[in-house]
């Protein structure tokens, strides 16, 4: 099955400023199939990024995804406050489906 | 709007069986699979099964072929997730998501928590 490193672990940064997190693949995501979610505590995930590059409906355009093969970006261009969070990827393009293991981005 | 509404939460001891449910709404219920991940707590999230609700085909993952059975009722529009023989380490968050088939699961329920105590 395909592992997914998502780096940092956790990212502290301060409202206004740019985040870029970052997933790894151990082996090529089929057809970029490689998606980017937000999860706050208590919430349902929330489908940000789908096929490396794709924004889901009524995303903000402050986020943004980009990569292919093995490595794979989401990138949000200033965070607001609501943006503190957990983000995770998830490769659908070979099965078992597989998640990484999340960025914290939390408040400097 | 989709919406996914799950069970809630569930205290079970060891041994025993825990059924979720996961009621949609806003859609085609037949039109999607309906997916069961779960998040054991400090680790990351693992696919555990899917439903095709239109015509009940179901995959597991072979980590739990031998103890999760993935069923759905179409004129509730509600899918459900048993997992049996329970043990400490079935502790975790329970999610349902729907997506079609080789696309990216775009909607999800809020979690179930399953604690497993004696």
């Known amino acids: 099955e395909i592992v997914l490193t998502q780096s940092p672990a956790t990212l502290s940064l301060s409202p206004g400023e740019r985040a870029t997190l970052s997933c790894g693949a151990s082996q090529s995501v089929g057809s970029n199939s490689l998606a980017w979610y937000q999860h706050r505590p208590g919430l349902a995930p929330r489908l940000l990024i789908y096929d490396a590059s794709s924004r889901a409906t009524g995303i903000p355009d402050r986020f943004s995804g980009s990569g292919s093969g093995t490595d794979f970006t989401l990138t949000i261009s200033r965070l607001e406050p609501e943006d503190f969070a957990v983000y995770f990827c998830?490769?659908?393009?070979?099965?078992?489906?597989?998640f990484g293991g999340g960025t914290k981005v939390e408040i400097k | 709007q989709v919406q996914l509404v799950q069970s809630g939460a569930e205290v079970k001891k060891p041994g025993a069986s825990v059924k979720v449910s996961c009621k949609a709404s806003?859609?085609?219920?037949?039109?999607?699979?309906m997916y069961w991940v779960r998040q054991v707590p400090g680790q990351r999230l693992e696919w555990m099964g899917w439903i095709a609700a239109g015509n009940g085909d179901t995959r597991y993952s072979q980590k739990f072929q031998d103890r999760v059975t993935i069923t759905r009722d179409t004129s509730a529009t509600t899918g459900y997730m048993e997992l049996s023989s329970l043990r400490s380490e079935d502790t975790a968050v329970y999610f349902c998501?729907?997506?079609?088939?080789?696309?990216?699961?775009?909607?999800w329920g809020h979690g179930t928590p399953v604690i497993v105590s004696s």
């Open positions: 998830h490769q659908y393009g070979s099965a078992p489906r597989t």
């Open positions: 998501a729907r997506a079609l088939s080789g696309r990216a699961c775009d909607s």
């Open positions: 806003g859609y085609t219920f037949t039109g999607y699979r």
